[in-house]
């Protein structure tokens, strides 16, 4: 192997995959490595992350709150299409990695690195996304997969590993499933979880409380969008992290955002995941009762049909790509009218819309109104039909004719 490496940045989150890979880059590379890692909403995981990682021996760790940025310039535009991956997963791991790979890379250029690492095993995702988003940037940049290369063959041998070594890691033998949070969500993988039949343990969760469990009376709250995006809760003006925060707070505290799915992983294998969005499930459904009101019909159906490929860019990794500028161009301007209220009812895992408004309605009254109207001629109706059955008209009066 290899010792020509100098300096190496990881992407360091304290767990126990990315603590024992900055034991074992540096005594495999003999190399310093300067640990990364990103705030991005996962709370008091941090904490203790720069001790950990000088502990270990990294040379220098870098903490950034990219909070702002990551709900900002990936949550967001994300939501404004609505993206959804196989109709149930709201993608909060995918759209956080290719912020993370790109400040990785930025610090890389700062420290004059010549290598990049990450804690992504050879079964995941993550090793796309954080790779591909890695090549975007610097089409040269050497990566160091440890999954891919070392002789560990599971969690259980880390776990030795960095008992061995006197490394701190929150992973136990007893809750062995692998957890990743954020601002957007928190999924569990992996341990009990493996088994598609075994029920997740209920005092697992974090961000949400069991449905039974939340309060019997009703939350209602409404939310404020300008062209596509949230900007108030109850008329209270926020900044992107602050908003989401407060939804996640909103709906867990409901019970909302739960979810126990098997996903098809890009690499192609089947993966069982339990995750917990409750900020994210409450806003998608107010973003597409907003867009009700304010979308052309036309508009909204070419963009919804584009959901499944937008969606599967996302996981898939390809958030830096031409493909996925394209179609980001092409939802935003779908946003340009969708701003208005929504009011919704927040309720023992349920988020119910009550109602919407905006300046930008396009939804009359008038029009479709079942009482008298000036604007519509139900016998119109008539032609409409006689010349859209055409078709299937002629279809049979010809096959009665052979």
Not at 102 to 131: L, P, W
Not at 172 to 190: C, M, Q, R, V
Request: charged share 25%.
């Amino acid at each position: 192997m290899s010792h020509t490496v100098n300096k190496v940045v990881l992407a360091y989150s304290g767990g126990l995959d990315t603590s024992v890979i900055l034991k074992w880059l540096i005594q495999t590379y003999r190399c310093e490595v300067v640990a990364f890692s990103a705030d991005m909403g996962q709370g008091d995981e941090l904490n203790r992350v720069e001790e950990n990682a000088l502990k270990t021996g990294a040379t220098k760790v870098y903490i950034d709150d990219l909070k702002e940025t990551f709900v900002k310039d990936y949550v967001f535009p994300a939501f404004r299409a609505n993206a959804i991956y196989e109709g149930q997963y709201l993608l909060g791991t995918a759209l956080a990695r290719p912020l993370i790979a790109k400040r990785q890379m930025e610090i890389a250029q700062i420290e004059g690195a010549e290598a990049v690492s990450h804690g992504a095993t050879g079964k995941g995702n993550d090793q796309v996304r954080f790779e591909l988003s890695y090549f975007a940037i610097n089409p040269n940049i050497r990566i160091i997969a440890p999954w891919r290369e070392w002789d560990f063959t599971s969690r259980s041998a880390l776990m030795a590993f960095a008992e061995q070594h006197g490394i701190e890691v929150p992973t136990t033998h007893a809750k062995p499933y692998s957890t990743d949070g954020n601002l957007l969500h928190i999924s569990f993988e992996g341990g009990l979880l493996e088994d598609p039949w075994n029920e997740p343990p209920d005092d697992m969760f974090r961000m949400t409380v069991s449905p039974q469990d939340a309060p019997d009376r009703p939350e209602i709250i409404e939310i404020t969008f300008k062209q596509g995006d949230p900007v108030a809760i109850n008329d209270k003006t926020m900044s992107p992290a602050q908003l989401l925060k407060e939804l996640n707070r909103l709906g867990g505290r409901n019970g909302i955002g739960r979810i126990d799915i098997v996903e098809n992983r890009f690499v192609g294998m089947k993966s069982r995941g339990v995750y917990e969005t409750p900020g994210g499930t409450v806003l998608r459904a107010a973003h597409m009762a907003i867009e009700s009101i304010t979308m052309d019909r036309e508009v909204m159906h070419l963009r919804d049909s584009l959901i499944p490929k937008y969606s599967e860019l996302v996981y898939y990794g390809f958030w830096f790509s031409p493909e996925m500028e394209l179609l980001q161009d092409m939802v935003d301007r779908t946003q340009t009218n969708v701003s208005g209220v929504v009011r919704l009812e927040l309720y023992k895992g349920n988020c119910r819309i009550l109602g919407r408004k905006s300046d930008e309605s396009i939804y009359s009254e008038d029009f479709a109104t079942f009482e008298d109207d000036s604007v519509y001629s139900q016998k119109d109706a008539e032609g409409f039909i006689r010349l859209t059955a055409l078709r299937l008209r002629i279809q049979k009066m010809m096959k009665k004719n052979s």
